[in-house]
Each structure stands twice: as C-alpha cells, then as structure tokens.
C-alpha cells in the first residue's frame, strides 16, 4: 500500500512540475511584477503549495508576515530537500543555489527562470561572481541563502556556518531574517547520503497522514558599517540552534516570571 501511495504523491509531484516548468519560463518573458514580484515567481508560489498538498505535508509558518514583508536576504537552517519548496510555498523568493542543480530539467529550468543565483563552492571564480551578483541584485523578492552550505550526512543538528554571506549583508547593510525549520519526523525527510530521489521516495511511500513543518521567521537583523560578519553568523547560529534545541533546553535556559 506504501508503495502505490508513494507512486501516486511522486506522480503528482511530477505533474506539477512537468505543467509547472513551461509555465514559469514562459511567464519570464512577460514584463509583469505584481505586487512586485515577477509572474514566473508567483507561478512557483502555486506549483509549491500544490506539491505539499500532493506529498501531504502541512505547513506551519509562524511570523510569515515577515518574509512577506522583507527587503534582504534569508538565512535559514538547511535539512531537507523539502527546504526550498517550503520556502516558495510563502511568497516569492529567490536562492543561491549549487550549480548542480542548473542542469537538471524542470527543477533547473524553474530556477533559471526565478533569477536564482547559482555557485560552484569548491571553484573559488565561482564564489567570486556569484559574491557579486548577490553584491548587485536587487532586494526584492528575498533571496534565501543556506549559511550551513549543504546538507551534511550524519551530521549535527545544525552545522558550522559560512559567514561569507554575513559579510555581504554587512558590506551591503542588507537586513535579513533567520529563519528555523522544524520538522515533525526530522530523520524521515533529511536528505543524507543518498540520492535525491530517494529521499523523496521516503517522503512519499511514508504511511499515510499528513507530515507537519514548522518554519519561524526570527526578528529581522540590520547589519551596521562596524558589524562584524564572524560574530553575525555566530549570533543567527546561535538563535537558530537555540529555537532547534527549545523543547530539550527550555527549562534550562528558560522560567516563568520576572
């Protein structure tokens, strides 16, 4: 039974994006921003609800007004393949994002067509143009950067972060906006030492029910000249591992009253 709940879920998942793909790049061409965003972006802000739909996940986004609302960057914790899908089920957003990804059809051909920022982080040329690209782009929609770098096998509960970015915002004096995913059955959606396809085939032939996230926006953060980009990212790594941690640490670090 897993498995033909597992072939169904991917299959709509697949349409989505088979429909969803021409659609985007499509509307790319057209010089239209509602409410400031490209059309092709709000496209992708349809296509993601309807996969979450399709692989029964229910989002809980708390203080999404924020993002709604936000000129700058995103810094969010990284777990999931589900991540960006997430993210783009709120409002329109853009990414950095891997090289690898740019290829692949569908998936890259959607992320071309939301001006996503794509790096090869082992090629230091690499870094450098895509440093000045997020140096240059505009603020609107947000653009999301995943401070951890990857998804890290086996790893901690949140991994070292990347303080590059930071320092951009700094030099920029970007605000951004920590944001926190919280996942129901964190082992179950992690994307480890495998493929991509077979996390998602874990996603999608898990038992039947739905599978809750829950993604905080934290207070927004404007960054000054005299920042420094080190203690930035010490300070979001901080919260975000914080907000992690709440349900184990809370009455150690946490009581009631003044």
């Known amino acids: 039974m897993n498995t033909v709940r597992g072939l169904i879920r991917l299959g709509a998942c697949l349409l989505v994006l088979m429909v969803g793909a021409p659609l985007v790049m499509g509307a790319a061409l057209i010089p239209l921003r509602p409410r400031g965003a490209k059309l092709g972006n709000w496209i992708v802000v349809i296509g993601a609800r309807l996969i979450l739909r399709a692989l029964a996940i229910r989002l809980v986004a708390k203080n999404q007004e924020r993002l709604k609302q936000h000129r700058g960057f995103i810094f969010p914790n990284h777990h999931s393949a589900l991540d960006v899908v997430i993210l783009a089920a709120i409002h329109p957003i853009r990414f950095l994002s891997k090289a690898e990804i740019r290829p692949l059809p569908f998936i890259g051909w959607i992320a071309v067509a939301i001006e996503t ?7 230091k040329q690499s870094r450098l143009e895509a440093r000045n690209v997020l140096l240059d782009t505009p603020r609107y929609p947000p653009i999301a950067l ?113």
């Open 117 to 123: 920022v794509f790096v090869q982080r082992e090629d």
């Open 146 to 258: 995943f401070p951890e770098g990857a998804i890290i096998p086996n790893g901690p509960l949140l991994s070292p972060f990347r303080y590059g970015a930071f320092a951009i915002a700094q030099q920029t004096q970007t605000p951004y906006i920590p944001g926190v995913f919280r996942y129901e059955q964190r082992e179950l959606v992690h994307w480890g030492d495998e493929s991509l396809l077979a996390t998602l085939w874990r996603i999608a032939s898990r038992p039947a029910g739905s599978l809750t996230v829950e993604l905080l926006f934290l207070h927004p953060i404007h960054p000054r000249p005299d920042d420094d980009p080190e203690l930035l990212a010490l300070e979001a790594h901080g919260a975000i591992l914080a907000v992690l941690q709440r349900d184990t640490v809370k009455q150690v670090v946490m009581e009631e009253g003044v």
